[in-house]
């Protein structure tokens, strides 16, 4: 009775223990998994308050730098703005004592208008001069040109007789040796029709005796001889049209040759007459240049005594000028300084937006490095939870393996158990009967029941 206790609470606690440990993995599974949903939880958390810090902090940067441009571009109108006003109230001030001075002097007002009348003569003046100066040299240039076109005229005949007779040379050689080429041509084409292979060739390769042109006659049929015949006339036919061709078109050359000869000396004489004519008018326009009239003269000493009166006028109105100009310098350097304080603005800004740009392509850039680690991340836990998974399900497996065979050892041990309980319950059964008969009054009258006695 003590052994099978002993199995018994042995397997009793073998049970415990196991389920034990079973709750002890499903709570530790349900820890694991409550962890990374919290791990999971506090990352996303996280991340989404970096990249909302992130939007945060750049959104101020851009606030700011937008602010200082403004106050900047805002401070630059404003001195802009001063300058001109400065500029135009200054100018303004001098145009006004100009005009009080102006309107208070009578002299300055009768200067004025006699330095206006001398002027008004003097640029009149100046321009019939110019004029007459501007026609004379017309003329001059007009008879230059025209001497020097008969000049280049001459020498053009010159140069166009000489090609002629350099023409007419090479025409008589052109002439010598198309002559010539046709001859060649003929006797070529005589050749080319004695070297081919028919009677012919026979006939004038056997020679000119009698004897031979016989032999021939005799070797070769009367159709080929009535063909030979019809050939032979019909070369010399050919060869008689290839001669009066040629002939027809050296002549038609010749003739051309002298109708263009004289279609040249034709405007050779016309030519020859336009340069007379030219040269003619040209002496007429000399004579009249080199005559010098007394109105001119008296024009130039008008304009003598004019330019002597307005001499001091100049001077004034140069210093005037000189006042305008400089005034005129200063608004320039003052509009180039502004122009080139907005081009350095220019300048600053596109770097600005460059450099904008840049940090916009920095952050974008990060900000898709950051997404890939992140996806990265959760790549690796989604990864890591799926070998945690398999892992948890593995051990799952290994223990519900071990707890089937477990319970199969169990109630195996169970079943032998009761085996050796039945065969020790056999053998005491089997004492006592061998030994009833002795031990009768020892034995209570439940026992007998019990053992079936």
Known sequence: MSEQQKTEISAIEAQKKISEQIANDARCIEICK??????????????HLESEEEEM?????????????????????QKLAQVMADLKRREIVEIKTNQLLQNNSHELRHV????????????????????????????????YDDLRMIESRNDENKEEIEQQTLKNELNLDYK??????????????????????????????????????????????????????????DRKEIERKESDNTNKRIEEYLM?????????????????VENDRIYNCLVDNLASLTSHTSKNIEMQNKLLYEEQRSATWLADKK?????????????????????????????????????????????????????????????????YGKELKMSIDQKTDLRQRQKKVAMNEFSEAVKLEEL??????????????????????????????????
């Open 319 to 383: 210093e005037k000028d000189s006042k305008i100009l400089q005034r005129e310098n200063m608004l320039k350097q003052k509009e180039m300084q502004l122009n080139i304080k907005k081009d350095k603005e220019k300048a600053e800004k596109e770097k600005d937006y460059d450099l904008v740009k840049i940090l916009l392509q920095n952050l974008q850039v990060f900000n898709e490095v950051e997404e890939k680690k992140n996806a990265e991340r959760r790549q690796m836990m989604i990864n």
């Open 57 to 77: 902090f750049t959104n101020i940067q851009k606030a700011k730098e937008a602010q200082a441009r403004q106050i900047a571009e805002l401070e630059q109108e």
């Open 256 to 272: 051309e040759i002298d109708k263009r000869n004289k279609q040249q000396e034709e405007f050779k004489n016309q030519k020859k």
């Open 34 to 47: 409550m962890r990374q949903n919290a791990a999971n939880v506090s990352l996303y958390r996280r991340m």
């Open 112 to 143: 004025e208008k006699q330095l206006r009348t001398v002027y008004a003569k003097k640029d009149l003046m100046c321009q019939i001069k110019e004029n007459e100066a501007l026609k004379k040299e017309e003329k001059a240039r007009v008879y």
């Open 176 to 233: 010598k040796a198309i002559t010539e080429q046709i001859q060649e041509n003929i006797i070529k084409k005589q050749r080319e029709l004695s070297l081919k292979n028919n009677p012919i060739v026979i006939f004038e390769a056997t020679g000119n005796s009698e004897a031979q042109k016989n032999n021939v006659k005799t070797n070769c049929s009367q159709k080929e001889l009535e063909l030979f015949t019809k050939m032979k006339n």
């Open 420 to 453: 050796r309980m039945g065969e020790m319950k056999k053998e005491q059964t089997t004492i006592v009967k061998e030994h009833m008969g002795n031990l009768v009054g020892f034995f209570p009258p439940t026992a007998r029941d019990q053992y079936e006695i």
